[in-house]
């Protein structure tokens, strides 16, 4: 079992929809991930947070919005996606420690599956 | 990039058998980990080796770690049918937080 949870498993969605993808983890965490992974590929990178605040953006297009509300919370708010952003999508979290430069043991939610239209 | 690269890409063997996969990235690290998928679900954790260390052992399996080469393997001994899965390199660069997988090895174990 994960103790990362993520929200809705499966979403299908319009290109012109507005929605979220939902991410709680309650192990005190204080660094959390959105990761890409299409089929057969491995998770790239897309947001980091540290202590609540946007630490990494690794280029991604503004149709996706990360938000952190709090230390258990990350969101993705998706609006005018495209069929090429359908993917599982994963959020993780690690202990992200203050201070130092590693990055220890991510611990991963089972993912959201996005289907855009 | 600090992309990891490894191969093989698949690997099928039988139950029993000893399965190595390796690793090779780009740039210097604070550590490397592997982590295992199983079929379009979340990744787990299975270890994590620091720069400074050469061989980590945990439970069968058995992962080394060659700076100077760049490079990493994973071996799982006395392979399960429970093995089967995608596994990943991981490193993690200098400034942290920034941990970029490797593009996996697919292993099958055939019972």
């Known amino acids: 079992d994960t103790e990362v949870t993520q929200t809705p498993k499966h979403l299908v969605m319009g290109m012109t929809n507005k929605k979220s993808l939902k991410c709680e983890q309650h192990m005190g965490h204080r660094a959390m991930y959105w990761y890409k992974q299409k089929a057969k590929k491995p998770p790239e990178l897309m947001f980091v947070?540290?202590?609540?605040?946007?630490?990494i953006n690794e280029s991604v297009p503004s149709r996706f919005s990360p938000e952190c509300p709090n230390s258990s919370l990350l969101n993705l708010h998706l609006h005018a996606l495209q069929p090429e952003d359908s993917a599982l999508y994963l959020c993780a979290s690690s202990r992200g420690k203050y201070g130092t430069a590693n990055t220890g043991e991510l611990f991963f939610g089972e993912g959201s599956r996005l289907t855009v239209l | 990039s600090q992309q990891g690269e490894e191969d093989p890409q698949a690997l099928s063997i039988q139950e029993g058998e000893n399965a190595t996969m390796n690793c090779s990235y780009k740039?210097?690290?604070?550590?490397l980990q592997w982590y295992r998928q199983n079929s379009g679900r979340g990744l787990v954790h299975l270890i994590l080796i620091r720069s400074n260390e050469r061989e980590k052992h945990s439970g069968r399996l058995r992962v080394t770690l060659d700076t100077s080469k760049k490079s990493s393997s994973l071996l799982i001994t006395a392979s399960r049918a429970a093995d089967t899965a995608s596994y990943f390199c991981a490193t993690d660069g200098l400034y942290g937080n920034k941990l970029v997988f490797g593009a996996g090895t697919i292993l099958r174990v055939k019972s």
């Open positions: 740039t210097s690290i604070n550590n």
């Open positions: 947070y540290s202590y609540e605040k946007l630490s």
